[in-house]
């Protein structure tokens, strides 16, 4: 049966931990802390991607939402290797990422994993690469899409920037087929990046390296979240 899903509070910031070394094990924590104060300090919504290892101990030691970066559509049982949606969600996660282009999913593959996961009330955060894509994973119904360019991802210049009509082409096309927040991604740094990506009509930013890299990582967390209105 299908469980009741609550929205969670937009403009949001998420930040990917990727595998970076200054995100994993213990420093997964202690960036997952600093996160949750950022939150707690702005009043804005803050969610957070771990690794499937580190799971259970961040979303035990948080308030803020724990998402997997990634998770398999196949059921439990005989499945060696896959991530299931009911061992995430066991281990203490509200969502996942899907479909993150360091993660491509199939078409068939990512609209199955998106039902899954809503059927267990497991927040779903899809990735796409441009505007067509972005209309075709909202026919998915997830609860969130994100947009990055992947040739920004991990850059210094934000989607923002160097390519606004990509934002707002895809809250357009996204919108002509569902009512689903749009978030942004890829070069993000600054307030005026986030501000900018608002502007043009995303409800959040999805960041990674801007924030897990930064020599002050609570620093980039709480300029970014001045530029959420």
Do not use: W
């Amino acid at each position: 049966m299908s469980m009741p899903y609550k929205p969670l509070k937009t403009p949001v910031l998420i930040i990917n931990f990727k595998t970076y070394k200054e995100s994993t094990g213990k420093n997964a924590l202690k960036l997952a802390l600093l996160a949750e104060k950022a939150s707690k300090k702005t009043g804005k919504q803050v969610m957070i991607a771990v690794q499937p290892t580190d799971l259970r101990m961040v979303a035990g030691k948080v308030s803020i939402p724990v998402l997997a970066q990634h998770a398999d559509p196949e059921p439990q049982g005989a499945h060696t290797g896959s991530v299931s949606p009911e061992a995430l969600k066991d281990a203490g996660a509200k969502g996942t990422l899907l479909n993150h282009s360091e993660k491509k999913l199939s078409d068939n593959v990512l609209s199955e994993a998106i039902r899954r996961c809503k059927e267990l009330g497991l927040v779903t955060v899809c990735c796409a690469t441009n505007n067509t894509k972005a209309a075709k994973v909202a026919s998915y119904h997830p609860h969130m899409v994100a947009v990055e360019p992947p040739e920004l991802i991990g850059g210094n210049v934000s989607v923002s920037q160097a390519s606004p009509e990509v934002v707002e082409k895809s809250v357009k096309s996204v919108l002509r087929v569902s009512r689903i927040p749009v978030l942004c991604g890829a070069g993000i740094h600054t307030t005026k990046d986030v501000q900018d990506s608002v502007r043009l009509g995303a409800k959040g930013v999805l960041v990674a390296s801007g924030v897990v890299k930064a020599k002050n990582p609570y620093k980039e967390m709480i300029a970014m979240l001045e530029g959420l209105v």
